[in-house]
Nanobody, 125 residues
Framework: HVQLVESGGGSVQAEGSLRLSCAAS????????VAWFRQAPGKRREGVAYIRVSGDGMDYRDSVAGRFTISVDNAKNMVYLQMDSLKPEDTALYYC???????????????????WGQGTQVTVS
């Protein structure tokens, strides 16, 4: 089993920046991909950024490409999401997720992920 705990959310003005962190513990060696998803009130959960635990194979949702950067620090068992040039439409609850079933390119589908954190709120005004 893998436990994920997000932090770093908050309120920021448009064009500002935030860095989300996800601390992983447990049977981390079994995971292959990690990702960030988000869910705004009244909307479906959507994938934002994905990366292989080896640190390669990054991919992004079109609306955040060029503004967000996902990274991993395996020495610290951490996953990060650097968010720059934030927009009001980025407001959502952000979740960290990990999969042990995805091989090759990481999936953007939430059903491909096995472990989830509790989420951290990001509000952009």
């Amino acid at each position: 089993h893998v436990q994920l705990v997000e932090s770093g959310g908050g309120s920021v003005q448009a064009e500002g920046s935030l860095r989300l962190s996800c601390a992983a513990s447990g049977n981390i060696i079994s995971t292959t991909c990690v990702a960030w998803f988000r869910q705004a009130p009244g909307k479906r959960r959507e994938g934002v950024a994905y990366i292989r635990v080896s640190g390669d194979g990054m991919d992004y949702r079109d609306s955040v490409a060029g503004r967000f950067t996902i990274s991993v620090d395996n020495a610290k068992n951490m996953v990060y999401l650097q968010m720059d040039s934030l927009k009001p439409e980025d407001t959502a609850l952000y979740y960290c997720a990990a999969s042990y079933r995805v091989f090759g390119l990481c999936s953007s589908a939430d059903y491909a992920y096995d472990y989830w954190g509790q989420g951290t709120q990001v509000t952009v005004s």
